[in-house]
């Protein structure tokens, strides 16, 4: 079984082909037979999880057990208290009601490599960034939240799945868990 971690930069697709041309996975990953748990759409970018363990596959990705992901999300202008108490306790996103989210306001901008191509700047229109874990994960759901409270998101990178990270990972690299980690995802 082949269990890996890749840091999928913008503008790559979540999948191993494409009829219009588009990077893929098969672009960075030279393994056959592996399956990204999940997905993370191609304008966003960070953390995917890919397996060949069908069970394992199917266990994570299935909504029931609620695995944790987490976001570093670029938005615009600074999100009031009551934006981040709605995003905590959940929001209506057109026809149904997120689970309730942990959220923060991160003080500093997280270090991340430069997204290509940058986010436009807007000089008068302020930016912040948060960290967003959700247990559950459906459809552009993190920027339909953003949205819904009134603050798009300019840039989405997910940082974690559950105890898993894109630390120590550069942008477009990828690398096998260790047995540890293998273990940590099938007790959960």
Do not use: C
Not at 84 to 92: C, I, S
Not at 117 to 143: F, M, S, Y
Not at 171 to 182: H, Q, V
């Amino acid at each position: 079984m082949r269990y890996l971690l890749f840091y999928k930069p913008y503008g790559v697709l979540s999948q191993f082909t494409d009829d219009g041309g588009r990077q893929t996975l098969k672009d960075y990953i030279p393994i056959p037979d592996v399956y990204p748990v999940g997905r993370l759409d191609w304008d966003s970018e960070g953390l995917v999880l890919l397996t060949d363990d069908g069970r394992l596959q199917h266990r994570l990705s299935d909504p029931k057990y609620g695995h944790p992901r987490t976001y570093w999300v670029q938005v615009e202008h600074i999100p009031d208290d009551v934006a981040l108490e709605r995003l905590t306790a959940g929001v209506q996103v057109q026809d149904y009601r997120t689970k309730p989210a942990k959220v923060q306001l991160l003080s500093t901008e997280p270090s991340l490599p430069p997204r290509d191509p940058p986010i436009r700047d807007r000089q008068n229109i302020p930016t912040a960034w948060l960290e967003l874990t959700l247990t559950e994960g459906k459809n552009r759901q993190v920027r339909r939240m953003t949205a819904a409270v009134g603050f798009p998101t300019l840039r989405l990178v997910r940082t974690a799945i559950g105890k898993l990270s894109i630390e120590g990972l550069s942008l477009g690299s990828w690398r096998d868990l260790t047995g540890a980690e293998i273990d940590v995802l099938k007790r959960k």
